[in-house]
């Protein structure tokens, strides 16, 4: 690709921000095709205050540790308390992709539950744009939770997992 294309496409993208913006839209995505085999694929993204917080993962840690007390009402509080994203071993996605918890399908996963990982080591990869990138350990650890699915999408600031 050629640096005027490069500049084009800088200025396309950000001419579909403004577009975003300017009509209150949450998402747009558009294919710009160059030729047979050289395309440019965009999906820009506005990123929103609300916090999604999956029920199935959170839930099993706060019922035992409520579990003595008032059995009933512990389990529907804990986990709208609990956000992934506030914990302070919390790997946030740095970018909006595609979350791949291994090099390739197939392969062993690159941190699993209960895995003692070091500061600097790929724990997972994020597609951008045709692009991996490779998301580091913040620091040294082991790997308490995995928040996400392999394959699946991921926003910008989202709770990837928690190394304590």
Do not use: C
């Not at 084009?8 to 009509?23: G, P």
């Amino acid at each position: 690709m050629s640096k005027q294309n490069t500049d084009t496409d800088v200025a396309f993208i950000s001419a579909l921000a403004e577009l975003l913006n300017k009509n209150d839209l949450t998402e747009l995505s558009v294919k710009r095709e160059y030729g047979e085999d050289d395309s440019l694929e965009v999906r820009v993204v506005k990123q929103s205050n609300v916090v999604t917080v999956a029920a199935a993962a959170p839930a099993p840690a706060p019922v035992v540790h409520h579990a003595p007390a008032a059995a009933s009402p512990a389990p529907a509080a804990a986990p709208l308390s609990e956000d992934p994203a506030q914990h302070p071993g919390a790997v946030t996605s740095p970018m909006v992709g595609t979350v791949y918890l291994a090099a390739e399908p197939g392969a062993a996963p690159f941190a699993t539950i209960g895995a003692q990982v070091t500061e600097g080591q790929t724990v997972l990869i994020i597609e951008a744009m045709k692009t991996m990138n490779h998301i580091p350990a913040p620091r040294a650890g082991t790997v308490k939770r995995i928040l996400v699915e392999d394959g699946h999408p991921v926003e910008y600031g989202a709770p990837l997992m928690i190394i304590e």
